[in-house]
Protein backbone atom coordinates (compact mmCIF):
# COMPACT_ATOMS: atom_id res chain seq x y z
CA UNK A 1 0.00 0.00 0.00
CA UNK A 2 1.03 3.05 -0.80
CA UNK A 3 1.85 5.89 2.18
CA UNK A 4 0.16 8.85 1.99
CA UNK A 5 2.86 11.35 1.54
CA UNK A 6 3.75 9.10 -1.85
CA UNK A 7 0.36 10.22 -3.25
CA UNK A 8 0.58 13.98 -1.73
CA UNK A 9 4.14 13.84 -3.40
CA UNK A 10 3.06 13.67 -7.09
CA UNK A 11 0.23 16.54 -6.56
CA UNK A 12 2.72 18.42 -5.04
CA UNK A 13 5.25 17.96 -7.82
CA UNK A 14 2.31 18.81 -10.47
CA UNK A 15 1.78 21.98 -8.55
CA UNK A 16 4.84 22.81 -8.62
CA UNK A 17 6.26 22.26 -12.18
CA UNK A 18 2.41 23.84 -13.29
CA UNK A 19 4.35 26.90 -11.11
CA UNK A 20 7.42 26.91 -12.90
CA UNK A 21 6.22 26.45 -16.40
CA UNK A 22 3.38 29.80 -15.32
CA UNK A 23 6.39 31.92 -13.96
CA UNK A 24 8.46 30.85 -16.96
CA UNK A 25 6.08 32.05 -18.98
CA UNK A 26 5.51 35.40 -16.89
CA UNK A 27 9.20 36.23 -16.69
CA UNK A 28 10.66 35.37 -20.09
CA UNK A 29 13.35 37.23 -19.56
CA UNK A 30 14.39 35.50 -16.29
CA UNK A 31 18.43 35.28 -15.67
CA UNK A 32 19.44 31.90 -15.00
CA UNK A 33 19.92 32.84 -11.20
CA UNK A 34 16.15 34.28 -11.14
CA UNK A 35 15.17 31.22 -12.57
CA UNK A 36 17.76 28.79 -9.74
CA UNK A 37 16.08 30.87 -6.70
CA UNK A 38 12.98 30.19 -7.96
CA UNK A 39 13.66 26.59 -8.57
CA UNK A 40 15.25 26.65 -4.71
CA UNK A 41 12.36 27.94 -2.95
CA UNK A 42 9.99 25.55 -4.53
CA UNK A 43 12.51 22.20 -3.88
CA UNK A 44 12.56 23.71 -0.09
CA UNK A 45 9.38 23.56 -0.30
CA UNK A 46 8.86 20.23 -1.66
CA UNK A 47 11.91 18.62 0.68
CA UNK A 48 9.65 20.07 3.92
CA UNK A 49 6.68 18.29 2.52
CA UNK A 50 8.57 15.27 1.84
CA UNK A 51 10.13 15.03 5.13
CA UNK A 52 7.18 15.93 7.11
CA UNK A 53 5.13 13.11 5.00
CA UNK A 54 8.02 10.45 5.86
CA UNK A 55 8.19 11.32 9.58
CA UNK A 56 4.88 11.41 10.08
CA UNK A 57 4.35 7.80 8.29
CA UNK A 58 6.59 7.03 10.29
CA UNK A 59 4.13 8.11 13.69
CA UNK A 60 1.81 6.47 12.50
CA UNK A 61 3.54 3.02 12.42
CA UNK A 62 4.08 3.24 15.52
CA UNK A 63 0.74 3.17 16.94
CA UNK A 64 0.15 -0.21 15.54
CA UNK A 65 0.15 0.34 11.44
CA UNK A 66 -3.33 1.55 11.49
CA UNK A 67 -3.83 3.01 8.07
CA UNK A 68 -4.29 7.42 8.49
CA UNK A 69 -7.94 7.79 9.11
CA UNK A 70 -9.03 5.02 11.17
CA UNK A 71 -9.69 4.97 14.54
CA UNK A 72 -6.88 3.38 16.53
CA UNK A 73 -7.52 0.29 18.68
CA UNK A 74 -6.72 -0.44 22.57
CA UNK A 75 -3.84 -2.58 22.34
CA UNK A 76 -4.68 -4.27 25.69
CA UNK A 77 -8.69 -4.43 25.16
CA UNK A 78 -9.45 -3.73 21.20
CA UNK A 79 -12.04 -1.36 22.04
CA UNK A 80 -11.56 2.42 20.26
CA UNK A 81 -9.61 4.89 21.40
CA UNK A 82 -11.27 7.85 22.29
CA UNK A 83 -9.23 10.93 20.54
CA UNK A 84 -7.90 13.36 23.40
CA UNK A 85 -6.50 15.60 20.88
CA UNK A 86 -3.49 16.17 18.39
CA UNK A 87 -0.12 17.38 19.75
CA UNK A 88 1.43 19.13 17.25
CA UNK A 89 5.63 20.09 16.93
CA UNK A 90 7.03 22.55 14.32
CA UNK A 91 10.42 22.43 12.99
CA UNK A 92 12.14 24.68 10.93
CA UNK A 93 14.15 22.86 8.42
CA UNK A 94 16.29 23.90 5.17
CA UNK A 95 15.08 27.17 3.21
CA UNK A 96 13.24 28.13 6.25
CA UNK A 97 10.47 25.89 5.57
CA UNK A 98 8.26 24.63 8.20
CA UNK A 99 7.74 20.36 8.83
CA UNK A 100 4.85 20.33 11.17
CA UNK A 101 4.81 16.71 12.64
CA UNK A 102 1.39 16.11 14.17
CA UNK A 103 0.44 13.27 16.78
CA UNK A 104 -3.18 12.07 17.50
CA UNK A 105 -3.42 11.13 21.43
CA UNK A 106 -5.87 8.58 22.59
CA UNK A 107 -7.33 7.15 25.58
CA UNK A 108 -9.14 3.63 26.16
CA UNK A 109 -12.63 4.23 27.79
CA UNK A 110 -12.61 0.87 29.16
CA UNK A 111 -9.00 0.72 30.70
CA UNK A 112 -8.70 4.29 31.17
CA UNK A 113 -5.64 4.45 29.78
CA UNK A 114 -4.09 7.03 28.09
CA UNK A 115 -2.30 6.27 24.65
CA UNK A 116 0.50 7.69 22.09
CA UNK A 117 1.96 10.19 24.72
CA UNK A 118 4.89 12.49 23.37
CA UNK A 119 8.25 11.41 22.91
ZN1 LIG B 1 -8.70 -0.75 26.53
New binding site residues.
Given amino acids: MKAQYEQHWHEVAQEVLLEMRTWREEHPKATLQEIEEEVDTRIARMRAGLVEGIAMSSAAAEVGGRAAGEPAH ?1 P ?2 G ?1 TLHARGKQVRKLVTTGKQTVRLERSDGS ?1 P ?2 Q ?1 GFFPPG
Fill in positions: CTCGCTCV
